[in-house]
């Protein structure tokens, strides 16, 4: 009976073992099938500086918009994660910086700093990026993940280039509205272009476009404890669509810093049921 016993327990050991292995197996392909590289552009003369990364026979490839101040990483290196959380699905990504978007605390590595930006710079980068990566990934879906003011550039881009989707993170739908508050903490960013920023932003309120997306599937996730951008933007916006898919995520605030594996799940989710 005893020997019967140790027979048995050497049995699981051997099967646990088993089990590890395979996953650390898996990791280790997923890893050598997920080609990452940095990416240069030029958009209007200035450098564009992204990462892709590429998963072998990927059927889909998600290309992220950041937010103001932010960079390819984004907050709490919200990019990178997804990155990873899509590629071990099998989506690509491609992530980048802004032209016009450095600022004395992020990485952005492209050309022109905060100062200087302007919501219709980052559209254009928009416009650029995705076409680019059209060109380049031709038989892939192109999915738009628009994090704040990045969202605020992925309806004005799925608006003027054919996308399989659209994705708003905590998105600026209604810029004008945004501007009710105090708005000196952008006047301190940017002293000398503060007004032109400001007309320009009110210029591409991206809420006067809903009309214009009809065909476009749209995914708007909101963080219930946003006091950024608040949730009733999403709430408004989705209401506009009619078709669209929202979810507010509770007690998430702007980057979902606590929420993270549920905005990533949601988001796999839409794009795995288109």
Same mark, same amino acid.
């Given at each position: 009976m005893l020997t019967i016993l140790k027979d048995f327990v050497k049995s699981i050991q051997i099967f646990i073992s088993f089990s590890f292995f395979i996953k650390d197996l898996n990791i280790f392909f997923i890893n050598r099938l997920t080609m990452e590289k940095p990416m240069l552009f030029f958009? &209007?003369?200035?450098?564009i500086s992204g990462i892709l990364s590429e998963v072998e026979g990927s059927k889909d490839i998600v290309i992220f918009f950041h937010g103001f101040t932010g960079d390819k990483n984004e907050a709490n290196n919200l990019f990178v994660e997804a990155e990873n959380y899509f590629n071990r699905e099998s989506i690509s990504t491609f992530r980048f910086d802004f032209r016009f978007s450095k600022t004395n605390y992020n990485k952005s590595e492209s050309e022109g700093t905060i100062e200087e930006m302007l919501p219709s710079a980052w559209i254009s980068d928009g416009l650029f990026i995705t076409r680019k990566i059209k060109q380049l990934f031709s038989k892939k879906k192109i999915h738009l993940v628009g994090l704040s003011m990045g969202g605020l550039v992925g309806i004005h881009v799925a608006v003027n280039e054919r996308v399989d989707s659209l994705v708003l993170w905590s998105a600026v739908i209604d810029s004008e509205s945004l501007l009710s508050g105090s708005t000196e903490w952008i006047k301190n960013i940017?002293?000398?272009n503060y007004e032109a920023f400001i007309a320009d932003f009110v210029r591409n309120n991206p809420i006067k476009l809903y009309n214009k997306l009809t065909n476009t599937p749209i995914l708007? $996730?909101?963080? &219930?404890?946003? $006091?950024?951008?608040?949730?009733?933007?999403? &709430?408004?916006?989705?209401?506009?669509?009619?078709?669209?898919?929202?979810?507010?995520?509770?007690e998430a605030d702007h980057v979902f810093s606590t929420r993270k594996n549920e905005l990533f799940e949601v988001t796999l989710n839409w794009i795995k049921g288109l």
């Amino acid at each position: 009976m005893l020997t019967i016993l140790k027979d048995f327990v050497k049995s699981i050991q051997i099967f646990i073992s088993f089990s590890f292995f395979i996953k650390d197996l898996n990791i280790f392909f997923i890893n050598r099938l997920t080609m990452e590289k940095p990416m240069l552009f030029f958009n &209007e003369g200035m450098k564009i500086s992204g990462i892709l990364s590429e998963v072998e026979g990927s059927k889909d490839i998600v290309i992220f918009f950041h937010g103001f101040t932010g960079d390819k990483n984004e907050a709490n290196n919200l990019f990178v994660e997804a990155e990873n959380y899509f590629n071990r699905e099998s989506i690509s990504t491609f992530r980048f910086d802004f032209r016009f978007s450095k600022t004395n605390y992020n990485k952005s590595e492209s050309e022109g700093t905060i100062e200087e930006m302007l919501p219709s710079a980052w559209i254009s980068d928009g416009l650029f990026i995705t076409r680019k990566i059209k060109q380049l990934f031709s038989k892939k879906k192109i999915h738009l993940v628009g994090l704040s003011m990045g969202g605020l550039v992925g309806i004005h881009v799925a608006v003027n280039e054919r996308v399989d989707s659209l994705v708003l993170w905590s998105a600026v739908i209604d810029s004008e509205s945004l501007l009710s508050g105090s708005t000196e903490w952008i006047k301190n960013i940017m002293p000398k272009n503060y007004e032109a920023f400001i007309a320009d932003f009110v210029r591409n309120n991206p809420i006067k476009l809903y009309n214009k997306l009809t065909n476009t599937p749209i995914l708007i $996730v909101a963080g &219930e404890k946003d $006091v950024a951008v608040p949730a009733t933007q999403a &709430e408004k916006f989705h209401k506009l669509l009619g078709k669209s898919k929202l979810v507010v995520i509770p007690e998430a605030d702007h980057v979902f810093s606590t929420r993270k594996n549920e905005l990533f799940e949601v988001t796999l989710n839409w794009i795995k049921g288109l």
